[in-house]
């Protein structure tokens, strides 16, 4: 599937993406504070593609001016990347995303985002979309306060496995009602 926003594309990855990739996951401002580490080489970028990035519902970040991805945007199934076990439902998903440093401060990420989220709510009908940080990642946070999702609880000592540490996390949601509120009303308004 492929899904369209005014400055992006998101398709989904291909081990073709693993140059672009590299260029933007080797920054250490950009993995760890997601919770993953930085990417050593091309070829670690391209199986990162392959066992995590190149799966149903993740997509690649594309700029529509130069056709390249430049971040990872998805939702995340019966996983919790912040809480274990946080989507344990059908009808709930987890919605996670990078992108790289050149491209901070946009907005290409909460642009990406609605879409995703409208993806979520109107074509996989689901009923909650969950998002989180690790502290300190006041990037994310406020990507996740500009989209209207409503904060659910902080937790110590939450398991970074592929950091091999412990972190504080916080937990926010979006349900479609409160999704429906927020976004669907702009439309018939307009």
């Given at each position: 599937?492929?899904?369209?926003?005014?400055?992006?594309?998101?398709?989904?990855?291909?081990?073709?993406?693993?140059?672009?990739c590299?260029?933007?996951?080797?920054?250490?401002?950009?993995?760890?504070?997601?919770?993953?580490?930085?990417?050593?080489?091309?070829?670690?970028?391209?199986?990162?593609?392959?066992?995590?990035?190149?799966?149903?519902?993740?997509?690649?970040?594309?700029?529509?001016?130069?056709?390249?991805?430049?971040?990872s945007?998805?939702?995340?199934?019966?996983?919790?990347?912040?809480?274990?076990?946080?989507?344990?439902?059908?009808?709930?998903?987890?919605?996670?995303?990078?992108?790289?440093?050149?491209?901070?401060?946009?907005?290409?990420?909460?642009?990406?985002?609605?879409?995703?989220?409208?993806?979520?709510?109107?074509?996989?009908?689901?009923?909650?979309?969950?998002?989180?940080?690790?502290?300190?990642?006041?990037?994310?946070?406020?990507?996740?306060?500009?989209?209207?999702?409503?904060?659910?609880?902080?937790?110590?000592?939450?398991?970074?496995?592929?950091?091999?540490?412990?972190?504080?996390?916080?937990?926010?949601?979006?349900?479609?009602?409160?999704?429906?509120?927020?976004?669907?009303s702009?439309?018939?308004?307009?």
């Open positions: 599937m492929i899904l369209q926003t005014k400055r992006t594309i998101l398709r989904p990855w291909t081990e073709d993406d693993a140059e672009e590299f260029k933007y996951a080797k920054d250490p401002r950009v993995g760890p504070a997601a919770g993953w580490p930085v990417h050593t080489s091309a070829e670690n970028s391209r199986q990162i593609i392959k066992d995590f990035l190149a799966v149903p519902e993740t997509y690649a970040v594309v700029l529509r001016e130069t056709n390249l991805p430049v971040g945007i998805g939702l995340h199934f019966n996983s919790g990347l912040i809480n274990s076990g946080l989507t344990t439902k059908d009808d709930e998903a987890e919605l996670g995303y990078w992108i790289g440093v050149p491209y901070w401060g946009q907005g290409l990420i909460p642009e990406a985002a609605k879409e995703m989220l409208r993806h979520a709510f109107e074509d996989l009908d689901l009923e909650r979309v969950w998002c989180g940080y690790f502290d300190g990642n006041e990037k994310s946070k406020r990507v996740q306060e500009k989209l209207g999702f409503v904060y659910q609880w902080t937790s110590d000592n939450v398991p970074v496995p592929q950091m091999g540490e412990l972190r504080k996390g916080h937990v926010n949601l979006m349900t479609r009602e409160h999704w429906e509120q927020i976004y669907c702009d439309r018939t308004n307009s």
